[in-house]
């Protein structure tokens, strides 16, 4: 046993000078060891042994620097870890205030991960650099559960900050290789449970809290125009591309703008007015429910105006406007339901014109409808009634005489 006691100033009480090649100090207890201090100052424990405080408090271990300044701080109360701070509010809190030279980019956490000799698996994930599991577990009333939480705050009182961004992703392949799909990006909701979830989105963009200032553009989703592209052969891009989704019971839309409809499989479906300006092709059926306003935007009408539309399904009236916004040929429905197609001259209705009409061929009449009592209403309109074999077919108008009585009169 060795017992040094004292009162030494100016000298360690005890000094330890190993001149050779051994550890400097070597504790064991009942032959096994317990812990070492080698020659070069390495602390080394036995594997499951503690560094513990004599009594638990909210700063029970430190780590400080030379200077004796403490920048990692363990509270053995509430089993924290607080990094650049002394009262770490939560499992792990860090705190970092620097001052950042011009030009020089701190990273308050660094995270490099070097791999290399991983064997050919094309079935398997990979690699990730940082993987962060939140479970929730037992039965549990909570608002939100969510996993890497991202705050950045501008709290500067001058100067220009050109990009305030929440979260980064850069996807760079720096390779001669091929890569099949390079991501900056990527999240999706999986339904692996026997639960309910109302409403799944792999990218949300939340409602803004704007109290103050001004915003010249606000977008929920922006997406940079891309290119051009230098040095490199890009074979299509694409500012957004959306996939049409199958397999749902009610509507399969790739792209919904405005309140949802119901039994919809469209590509893409528009719940209000919509104004395209320049040229357009649509390849598919479209349903115009509602006012649409086609602009090419020129200052006049010489330009190429395309509108390519496989089948037209009109559910209101649809009108030609000229330059100077007043309609001059319009096509009308002829009831609420929009089920007539427009190109069958027969369901249009009513064509009124002010001046004339000519023709490069014949016009023919076709009635197979009940011929409309003659009236004030029906005046003027010419009727076919086709006979059966051997009978004659009628040629009528619908006029006035001189009494002002309205009837058919017959021309052939």
């Given at each position: 046993m060795l017992d040094v006691s004292g009162a030494m100033i100016g000298k360690a009480l005890a000094s330890f000078n190993e001149t050779g090649d051994q550890n400097i100090l070597t504790a064991s207890a009942s032959g096994i060891t317990k812990f070492i201090l080698d020659r070069l100052g390495n602390f080394n424990l036995t594997t499951g042994s503690d560094i513990r405080?004599?009594?638990?408090?909210?700063?029970?271990?430190?780590?400080?620097?030379?200077?004796?300044?403490?920048?990692?701080?363990?509270?053995?109360?509430?089993?924290?870890?607080?990094?650049?701070?002394?009262?770490?509010?939560?499992?792990?809190?860090?705190?970092?205030?620097?001052?950042?030279p011009a030009g020089v980019l701190v990273?308050?956490?660094?995270?490099?991960?070097?791999?290399?000799?991983?064997?050919?698996?094309?079935?398997?994930?990979?690699?990730?650099?940082?993987?962060i599991n939140t479970n929730l577990t037992g039965t549990r009333d909570m608002a939100t559960i969510s996993g890497p939480y991202a705050l950045?705050?501008?709290?500067?009182?001058?100067?220009?900050?050109?990009?305030?961004?929440?979260?980064?992703g850069v996807a760079d392949n720096q390779s001669t290789g091929t890569v099949g799909s390079s991501y900056g990006a990527y999240g999706r909701v999986d339904q692996t449970g026997g639960g309910h979830v109302n409403n799944a989105y792999g990218l949300y963009s939340n409602a803004p809290i704007i109290s103050a200032g001004t915003i010249d553009n606000y977008s929920g989703l922006g997406v940079a125009a891309p290119g051009p592209f230098t040095g490199a052969v890009v074979t299509r891009a694409y500012g957004a591309m959306i996939g049409i989704p199958t397999g749902a019971t009610s509507n399969n839309i790739g792209l919904l703008v405005g309140s949802a409809p119901t039994g919809k499989n469209v590509a893409a479906y528009i719940n209000g007015a919509m104004e395209v300006v320049g040229n357009t092709t649509v390849t598919g059926n479209t349903i115009l429910d509602g006012n649409s306003s086609f602009n090419t935007g020129a200052a006049n009408f010489n330009g190429s105006y395309v509108l390519i539309v496989n089948a037209l399904d009109l559910k209101s009236n649809i009108n030609l406007i000229n330059k100077a916004g007043s309609a001059w040929l319009g096509f009308a429905t002829k009831n609420s339901t929009g089920a007539e197609n427009v190109y069958d001259l027969a369901n249009i209705g009513t064509l009124s014109t002010s001046g004339n009409i000519t023709g490069g061929g014949g016009m023919r009449l076709n009635t197979a409808t009940a011929k409309?009592?003659?009236?004030?209403?029906?005046?003027?309109?010419?009727?076919?009634?086709?006979?059966a074999t051997d009978v004659k077919d009628n040629v009528e108008v619908c006029a006035k005489d001189g009494s002002n009585a309205y009837a058919w009169r017959t021309l052939y």
């Open positions: 405080p004599l009594t638990d408090s909210t700063s029970a271990l430190n780590i400080a620097n030379a200077a004796g300044t403490d920048f990692v701080t363990f509270d053995t109360t509430n089993s924290r870890i607080g990094i650049g701070t002394s009262s770490p509010g939560s499992q792990l809190t860090q705190t970092l205030t620097t001052t950042i990273n308050a956490h660094n995270i490099t991960l070097n791999v290399s000799g991983v064997s050919d698996d094309l079935n398997v994930q990979g690699t990730r650099t940082l993987a950045t705050y501008n709290k500067s009182t001058a100067g220009t900050v050109t990009h305030l961004i929440g979260t980064v409309p009592t003659c009236d004030s209403t029906q005046r003027g309109t010419f009727w076919v009634t086709q006979g």
